[in-house]
């Protein structure tokens, strides 16, 4: 799709189409069933919103976004700003390419509050029971990959009972050392 869009419009259009081809796979904890989307939408739009608002708005290339059946890329000009690296992103304290457009997503409530996308998208990622993230930077742009299958569904179930019985969301740093203890040697829970 070719889209020449005011951004809102385009925001809209993307997330429903990730929406109609995204399938859900249903899974029991206890009495309850958790529904995990293969392309959540909250991930899906925070992804999009960051490559729209940190965007080169001085280059004259676009914004890709491209659906596989196990992944999604999306792919925005102009590297990193300075100090922030693929490794570092999470840590790495955020402050906009393009102020105006990220407070303007704010006040139009299409994000929560600047500066706090990247940890969201980890950590829907992480709780689901999904693989890290792929961020990839390149001199002049850069890509996000986001993958649909999820990994351990004991892990999912295991987060979403924690945090139920604690009445709080388990910060990400905890997450992320429960997630690579479980998948790299293999804890059982």
Request: cysteine-free.
């Amino acid at each position: 799709m070719d889209m020449k869009l005011p951004l809102i419009t385009i925001i809209d259009k993307l997330t429903d189409r990730i929406k109609t081809y995204s399938k859900i796979q249903n899974i029991q904890v206890g009495l309850f069933r958790l529904e995990v989307d293969e392309f959540p939408e909250r991930v899906f739009q925070e992804a999009l919103l960051n490559a729209l608002s940190h965007r080169d708005y001085q280059s004259n290339a676009a914004v890709y976004v491209k659906q596989y059946p196990d992944r999604i890329v999306i792919e925005n000009p102009g590297g990193f700003l300075d100090g922030i690296t693929e490794n570092n992103i999470i840590t790495h304290p955020s402050f906009p390419r393009n102020k105006l457009i990220a407070e303007t997503l704010q006040n139009l409530k299409y994000v929560q509050r600047t500066g706090q996308g990247v940890d969201s998208i980890f950590r829907d990622m992480v709780s689901m029971g999904k693989p890290y993230p792929r961020y990839k930077s390149y001199n002049d742009a850069v890509s996000l990959t986001i993958f649909s299958a999820i990994d351990n569904t004991q892990f999912v179930k295991f987060i979403t009972e924690v945090q139920y019985n604690n009445s709080r969301i388990m910060p990400l740093a905890e997450m992320m050392i429960l997630s690579d203890l479980v998948n790299n040697r293999k804890v059982q829970l």
